[in-house]
């Protein structure tokens, strides 16, 4: 049987793994998991999301959890953590994103946080929306895509 510790870390490479060889991201695993995210991740935008946002990629900020919480599958982070994570990627042009797996032999959720926690909204699902790695997002203040764009999804 392996040691927690160990399952954890191992679950932690394989979705920086699946970041790089399914989704196309260069992906930059965090020393020792010792701040607030566990992978920093980029991948070029398309040429004309570059033109239209201004900016030349796409950059998400993860934080893994082997397990998330039923029934959402939504990993617990402390209000400390999950608001660092969220103020990090604010600052950088980034998208804070939770990893987690919702239970035994399932596929692991991809969460992406839209808001702080502890500012009067009381649900955890009203603080993140689900998260497909293969979609480009506006970040906020961006011209959003029209929902039925292939190339990604508005904020």
């Avoid at 954890?8 to 989704?23: A, H, N, P, S």
């Avoid at 082997?66 to 950088?92: F, H, M, Q």
């Avoid at 961006?142 to 999804?153: D, K, S």
Wanted: charged residues 25%.
């Amino acid at each position: 049987m392996k040691h927690p510790g160990k399952v954890g870390l191992d679950f932690e490479r394989t979705q920086g793994r699946v970041l790089r060889d399914q989704y196309g991201y260069q992906v930059r695993r965090s020393s020792a998991s010792a701040g607030p995210y566990d992978h920093d991740a980029s991948k070029p935008l398309p040429p004309e999301l570059r033109a239209l946002w201004g900016r030349r990629t796409q950059r998400l900020l993860v934080q893994v959890k082997y397990t998330g919480r039923p029934p959402s599958g939504i990993p617990y982070l402390p209000p400390g953590e999950w608001n660092e994570l969220y103020d990090l990627a604010v600052e950088w042009g980034a998208l804070a994103v939770l990893v987690a797996r919702p239970g035994f032999r399932k596929a692991p959720l991809w969460w992406r946080i839209i808001k702080r926690k502890g500012e009067g909204v009381a649900s955890i699902a009203k603080l993140c929306v689900p998260f497909d790695p293969a979609e480009f997002v506006a970040l906020p203040g961006e011209v959003p895509l029209p929902a039925e764009t292939p190339l990604g999804r508005a904020v």
